[in-house]
């Protein structure tokens, strides 16, 4: 069964740990992360998905952010890591 997690609109240090809790939780299953409605991004919660990216590879199950925010996607971008977290579609385009 696929699993869900919609991202609040703040990502910030606060967020960082629930998000964590959050993902730990639904580990094992695919999982879709909804980032539409994201409006601050900060490091430590860019580094919690990454993390969780990694795991869901390793586990070798599907981990997909559906429409990612522009402030989710430019984010992304400025710590150079939207290769690791985006999809093909998201990378590079400009909104």
Not at 8 to 12: A, F, G, I, K, V
């Given at each position: 069964m696929m699993a869900a997690i919609a991202l609040?609109?703040?990502?910030?240090l606060k967020a960082a740990a629930p998000l964590k809790a959050a993902l730990l939780e639904r580990r094992g299953a695919p999982i879709e992360i909804e980032a539409d409605k994201v409006r601050r991004f900060g490091g430590l919660c860019l580094q919690v998905l990454l993390a969780a990216r990694k795991a869901w590879d390793q586990d070798g199950q599907s981990f997909s952010i559906n429409g990612p925010s522009e402030v989710f996607v430019e984010t992304t971008r400025l710590f150079g890591a939207e290769k690791a977290l985006l999809s093909a579609e998201f990378q590079g385009a400009e909104s």
């Open positions: 609040p609109e703040n990502l910030d």
